[in-house]
T-cell receptor, first 113, second 113 residues
Framework: GNSVTQMEGPVTLSEEAFLTINCTYT??????LFWYVQYPGEGLQLLLK?????DKGSNKGFEATYRKETTSFHLEKGSVQVSDSAVYFC????????????FGKGTRLHILP | DAGVTQSPTHLIKTRGQQVTLRCSPI?????VSWYQQVLGQGPQFIFQ???????GRGNFPDRFSARQFPNYSSELNVNALLLGDSALYLC????????????FGQGTRLTVV
């Protein structure tokens, strides 16, 4: 079946460090890929998305590229801030078939000042 | 514009009781989905409703049921509560015509004691 695997956390970095959170997926066909962020005590917010191979999603300094050859969608940011501390979820969905979203287990990110 | 609203935000129930959670989608969104997020895990798909009809169901027991009303709001019902039903229940709405992304509410934190 379809699934998403992302690196386990917690990930702890110093402010202004470079961030990579790895995500790989197993799916048939061509799903859309997403990164969601969950701040403490809140629901999920869409961070970025990519709907086809080689697309790059970007938002708030975060980027991820849809790599079909490696079935990956790694999240990167060049310089993290304390305010980026949150849990990040990689996810996939066939948004033109139904709206079911399959999430990874999440990666908790701690940024130290 | 108001986002996805869920009520209540928190509640505590006893094993064996029944609970009803409510969700109001973003105005104009006709699709509502429900997810269960157990502490430390990614959200798991429970149901999707579109135009008052069930379009998808996840791997949850029959104790879980839902419905969607003519105004597109939705209720999730859980009967015969178990300790393992303790979780954050998230509602998401989407504009099914565009299938671009799902918008999540803040969630209802259910604790079963």
């Amino acid at each position: 079946g379809n699934s998403v695997t992302q690196m386990e956390g917690p990930v702890t970095l110093s402010e202004e460090a470079f961030l990579t959170i790895n995500c790989t997926y197993t799916a048939t066909g061509y799903p859309s890929l997403f990164w969601y962020v969950q701040y403490p005590g809140e629901g999920l917010q869409l961070l970025l998305k990519a709907t086809k191979a080689d697309d790059k999603g970007s938002n708030k300094g975060f980027e991820a590229t849809y790599r079909k050859e490696t079935t990956s969608f790694h999240l990167e940011k060049g310089s993290v801030q304390v305010s980026d501390s949150a849990v990040y979820f990689c996810a996939l969905s066939y948004m033109n078939r139904d709206d079911k979203i399959i999430f990874g287990k999440g990666t908790r990110l701690h940024i130290l000042p | 514009d108001a986002g996805v609203t869920q009520s209540p935000t928190h509640l505590i129930k006893t094993r064996g009781q029944q609970v009803t959670l409510r969700c109001s989608p973003i105005s104009g969104h006709k699709s509502v989905s429900w997810y269960q997020q157990v502490l430390g895990q990614g959200p798991q798909f429970i149901f999707q409703y579109y135009e008052k009809e069930e379009r998808g169901r996840g791997n949850f027991p029959d104790r879980f049921s839902a419905r969607q009303f003519p105004n597109y709001s939705s209720e999730l019902n859980v009967n015969a509560l178990l300790l393992g039903d303790s979780a954050l229940y998230l509602c998401a709405s989407s504009n099914a015509d565009s299938h671009i992304e799902a918008f999540f509410g803040q969630g209802t934190r259910l604790t079963v004691v």
